[in-house]
């Protein structure tokens, strides 16, 4: 596993993983048995908390469902451990090598979390694809599926009855052993390089795509780690408790988890022991004001439900105030610890050897509206090509087409070898294309840095990765805000720090969407000096799409015009400004406006 955070920040947050776990389970030694009980329970959920935000916090979709795989885990290493004869009175219709199967806790552990794996491979499979609500509402789907899978498989699991007899193995240092084992997994991931690529396509799918990022392949692999996080973490439950059933891997515990999660923050591992810490404290709290309490000059009176309702507005609360949760959304050292950069070195940037593309008779339908309508254009290789035309004539549809982004209705699109209409999105960047895009499309909550070295990492093999980011970084002179938040530059830097990520994959050609769109006229000129030198420098071609007709004039070899979906003029600057028919679809228009 390839990190991507610097050793000055990493040793520091495994080292106090490795403190804060050990505090605990030391403290657990000099407290009475129910503090100790209670300090288990900790453990054992954090241990949870943490699987749930290794999926979660690094891909943005919130997981109902993952209490699912914990319940495998329990019942799986359960019957792994169950003594023969328990089994033999207790489930009668187990298979014989199951019944007769006698294993030691960690070795049951380690069985469960592999049956886990390959369940959450099956499912990861099928869900691998969806985003955003949908997402959500498969993870609560598996949920209820599995509820029902463990009422009703009755031979394995004992339905809705109490599943009993489990050797209770886990004391305070077999919970404090798992939890920083899934805290440490947890913390690497969040910082590998698929965990950095997964935050990117959190952030941005599209714009992770279109720099090389496979997002579903990586949030696929962050579900099937957390899984098997989420497995541990049951195993360590079940041989606490001893007996359990169903409805423990239900809708109240799913709640307590998700509210530890929030309420922490759940981008973070400091926000997973924040939130553990914090709602387990109130718990407790809740719990004990629950059965009513004597304070001596008044009683307070026993109030069901008093525990779910203080979490609820502890969550509704902490939405409100802290909408990213009280470690908000970076870990403790990256707030404290100052990053140091200095002698990255750097690389030329030296733009890939490509064909033309060449796109052919390009029609683009949405139900029954045509926005490109059979257009046929070729891009060279080292050349600057503008696209114009009025609002709505089909430009950025046309380069979302190009670059992967939609697939046309009918036409073709190749470059030398490659059939770009069959390639997937993801694999644009690595043949040679890049983009940028009419709205700004950065990954806000990441460092600059960050946002161009996930394109870096995601393209040309990952080589020379962190040189190339520095080299992209000072073209576009935007290296000392390298460690700032993306979303806290100003607008011309933004832009700047988008064309440097899409000139990191070192492509051959790269589509710039409106790039001067908000400048200043100093900025345009700034900007417009760059583009010229990427392209007698660098040798990358520019397809450019833009309003400010002198901008597109001074830098374009060529200028395509599209009208309505179609392309009515190609040519010279000079031809193409005395081209009848873009006068009038064009020019005419705009002076008419």
Known sequence: MRITAPRSHILPALSMLFIAVAAVAVVSGFTSATIARSLVVFLISLTAISAMGLYSGNSGILSFGHLAFMAVGAYASSLLTLPANIKGATLPGLPDWLADTTLGFWPATLAAIFVTIALAMLIGLAIWRLEGSAATIATLALLIIMHGVLIGWRDVTRGAQTFFGVPRETGIWTAAIGCLVALVVARLYRDSVSGLRLRGGRENAIAATAVGVNV???????????????????????????????????????????????????????????????????????????????????????????????????????????????????????????????????????????????????????GGVVATNDVTITIKPGEILGLIGPNGSGKTTLVNQLSGILRPSEGRISMGAHDLVKLPPHRFADVGLARTFQNIRLFETLSVFQNVHVAALSTKGGIDADARTMSALNLMDVAHHADAQANTLSYGDQRRVEIARALVCQPSLIFLDEPAAGMNREETDDLMERLRGLNRDLGIGILLIDHDLALVNALCDRIVVLNEGRLIAEGTPDEVRQNKAVIEAYIGTSNHS
Do not use: C
């Not at 990053?339 to 339908?365: C, D, F, H, M, Y």
């Open 216 to 366: 579903p392949r990586e949030r696929f692999i962050a579900f099937v780690i957390s899984a098997a996080l989420m497995a541990l973490s049951g195993a360590l439950l079940a041989h606490f408790l001893g007996a359990f059933s169903p409805k423990k891997f239900y809708f109240t515990d799913t709640f307590f988890l998700l509210a530890m999660l929030i309420v922490g923050g759940m981008s973070t591992v400091t926000g997973a022991i924040m939130g553990a810490t914090v709602v387990t404290l109130v718990t407790e709290l809740l719990r004990r004001l629950e059965t009513g309490i004597d304070l001596g000059f008044m009683a307070i009176p026993q109030v069901f439900g008093t525990t779910q309702i203080g979490i609820g507005l502890l969550i509704l609360v902490a939405l409100v105030k802290r909408p990213d949760g009280l470690s908000g959304l970076l870990e403790w050292e990256e707030r404290f610890i100052p990053l140091r950069r200095k002698g990255v070195k750097t690389v030329p940037l030296i733009a890939a050897q490509s064909e033309p593309v060449i796109a052919q008779n390009l029609t683009k339908r949405f």
